[in-house]
């Protein structure tokens, strides 16, 4: 029995040191095809490496279908109020659109968060998912639409190799799709593998109130009508509230006023609108109702909160 335990313990142990070994030449990698802080898309559809080199105020953003593989540092994700710690060890998957408030608490020049993201095909999750290996696989779709995950040697390989393309361009036209296939298989395997099947499939609950989430992000602009909502999803209104809320941590509603707020947020960052054109072109109908639930979201009114995150962008800049 000793003797058993002891060699399972050993087999741990050199399991951790291969995971830490694959983890630090995924790093060099990243770094090496990322040298100042910021994110850069590649050559590779779907893939974008980030480095950043200090802590950041939290920031509104919306995730894709995608798989974020953390290196190195620690960024902090909020979705409906409950905190995901992503840190050298985890991936960050995201099964579906969902706004979210995002934050680096770990980062510096010496040691900078090193992060890949690879946007997910769901049309590729469900090809898989129709070989024979994967039919008798069952499970609840009462998931949220985003989990935190332990990386393990094969999915580092996966990605490490797809990196590697980079520095062979002739080979991403041919190469890439079996390279992210792979990394598809490896998440569908593992433990939060069921959170991509009950999306992928077809007539899932899950799959069915995806669709509402996707049709919500292209139409939030306008009047929501949750009866055409859950005629999308075809499923009932209470229904569809139940699983949307399962999978976002917010109703519909309070989703898309999520969509319209960091929209409104990037048009008056990127494009100089003021606040009161930058909420029309976003879906409200007043000014007013929108400087309260800019506050309420922000922390602070329009243009005092617009003002403060191009000094801080200034100021990261002369840096």
């Known amino acids: 029995m000793i003797g058993s335990v002891s060699k399972q313990t050993i087999r741990s142990g050199d399991q951790d040191s291969r995971v830490v070994e694959m983890r630090t030449q995924l790093a060099r990698k990243i770094a090496a095809h990322v040298q100042v802080a910021g994110g850069q898309a590649t050559a590779i559809p779907g893939l974008t490496l980030y480095r950043r080199t200090a802590p950041t105020p939290c920031y509104p953003a919306t995730y894709e279908p995608s798989l974020n593989v953390f290196v190195q ?26 706004p979210v408030v995002s934050q680096v608490v770990t980062a510096s020049e010496e040691v900078p968060l090193l992060s890949l993201l690879l946007k997910l095909d769901m049309a590729v999750v469900r090809e898989i998912l129709s070989q024979e290996e994967f039919h008798d696989l069952e499970g609840s779709s009462q998931y949220g639409g985003i989990a935190i995950g332990k990386t393990t040697v094969d999915l580092l ?25 792979e990394i598809v298989y490896r998440l569908l395997r593992g433990p939060q593998g069921e959170r991509l099947r009950a999306i ?5 609950q899950s799959h069915r109130t995806a669709k509402a989430i996707a049709w919500l992000r292209a139409n939030y602009t306008k009047p929501l009508r949750v009866e055409e909502l859950a005629a999308v999803a075809r499923m009932g209104m209470s229904t569809l ?53 800019y506050r309420r979201f922000f922390g602070q009114p329009p243009m005092r909160d617009i003002k403060a995150r191009r000094f801080a962008e200034s100021a990261t800049i002369s840096d």
């Open 157 to 181: 390989k996966a990605c490490s190799r797809l990196l590697d393309l980079l520095d062979a361009p002739e080979d991403i036209p041919f190469l890439t799709n079996l390279i992210q296939r």
């Open 200 to 204: 992928a499939t077809v007539g899932d």
């Open 73 to 98: 540092g620690r960024k902090r994700v909020n979705l409906g109020g409950t905190t995901y710690l992503c840190d050298e060890s985890t991936f960050l998957l995201s099964s579906v659109d969902v």
């Open 241 to 293: 509230h139940h699983h949307f809320r399962a999978l976002t941590a917010m109703s519909p509603l309070q989703y898309q006023e999520q969509l319209r707020l960091v929209a409104a947020r990037e048009r008056m960052l990127i494009e100089g609108l003021d606040a009161a054109t930058a909420a029309f072109e976003v879906g409200y109908e007043s000014p007013s109702q929108f400087n309260r639930e």
